[in-house]
């Protein structure tokens, strides 16, 4: 599968952004979806997932209450809708796919469950 983001841009802090990622190639609805970013001279860090129905989602705590993440599955999208944005937030944000057929918490935040990844988008807050 292929997946493709976007919607990265500069924002100032307080603001909001909407980043997409598109994918291709198999059916969307069998992957557990996720969204990493990493900052400059950090590592990739987890911030959002999401089960194959849309049922259940995760989050980072650092991002708890701020980021939504959806899908739809007829459009083979999902979606990072980011709210109240810190100069914090500011990284390249990646999309990832997971074939696995089991999703909690542990696994889905850490980096070797997903086997897939896009290339990023970057996201700049200023203060």
């Known amino acids: 599968v292929q997946l493709q983001a976007s919607g990265g841009g500069l924002v100032q802090a307080g603001g909001s952004l909407r980043l997409s990622c598109a994918t291709s190639?198999?059916?969307?609805?069998?992957?557990?979806m996720g969204w990493f970013r990493q900052a400059p001279g950090k590592e990739r860090e987890f911030v959002a997932a999401i089960d194959w129905s849309g049922g259940n989602t995760y989050y980072a705590d650092s991002v708890k209450g701020r980021f939504t993440i959806s899908r739809d599955n007829a459009k083979s999208m999902v979606y990072l809708e980011m709210n109240s944005l810190k100069p914090e937030d500011t990284a390249v944000y990646y999309c990832?796919?997971?074939?696995?057929?089991?999703?909690?918490?542990?696994?889905?935040?850490?980096?070797?469950?997903?086997?897939?990844w896009g290339q990023g988008t970057l996201v700049t807050v200023s203060s």
């Open positions: 990832a796919a997971s074939m696995s057929k089991s999703a909690t918490m542990n696994r889905v935040r850490t980096k070797g469950y997903y086997d897939y």
């Open positions: 190639g198999r059916t969307f609805s069998n992957y557990v």
